[in-house]
């Protein structure tokens, strides 16, 4: 016997983090890399500048992209919070987008899925994108989607409430205390 796995929407999905990196060479050459492998990069070079453009317009590309998941966890957590080690926080909050690169180094940069307490913890990062929320339903259609159970009989023939009834039986209420006129109240006492 054969069970499928089926994902629910509460699922938390790793974060994704992608990191495009300019590596200098002895011979005063350069090469761009990024993590993902499907990425075309171009051939090794001595055009410093030429090759740092790539990388910020990669970087561009990849955060265009990258659609931010709602159930996505916090990538920073899956690193043990290193890019902020030195102050602890538990991750909470909604998934952001953030680009971190220093600008005085300027060889790498990191695009990652974090929670919103770390996002602000991180050094030299921006947030560009926050995830979208799924938006609640109004009043109205919140209570028509809300599912009102059968009433089923108790053994022994009782129903839950006096208006369940066994098909084909009358009902019998018995009036409420209130229907009742009050023996003074007749004479105007």
Request: proline share 9%; aromatic share 2%; with cysteine.
């Amino acid at each position: 016997m054969t069970t499928a796995h089926s994902e629910s929407s509460t699922e938390r999905t790793p974060g994704r983090a992608w990191t495009i990196r300019l590596t200098g060479h002895a011979d005063r050459s350069a090469t761009v890399t990024c993590t993902t492998a499907a990425c075309r990069m171009p051939p090794r070079s001595k055009d410093l500048p030429a090759l740092r453009a790539f990388a910020a317009q990669h970087v561009a590309a990849h955060a265009k992209a990258a659609t931010v998941r709602p159930n996505a966890a916090c990538h920073c957590r899956a690193q043990r919070c290193a890019t902020h080690e030195h102050t602890r926080v538990h991750c909470a909050g909604t998934v952001v987008l953030i680009l971190r690169h220093d600008p005085t180094v300027g060889r790498v940069w990191t695009l990652g899925e974090v929670c919103e307490s770390c996002a602000p913890l991180i050094a030299n990062a921006t947030i560009l994108a926050r995830a979208a929320r799924t938006p609640a339903p109004a009043p109205a259609e919140a209570a028509k989607k809300i599912a009102v159970p059968a009433q089923s009989g108790v053994p022994g023939g009782f129903f839950s409430s006096p208006s369940a009834a066994p098909a084909g039986e009358p009902t019998r209420r018995r009036p409420g205390r209130a229907a009742r006129p009050r023996r003074g109240a007749a004479q105007g006492r």
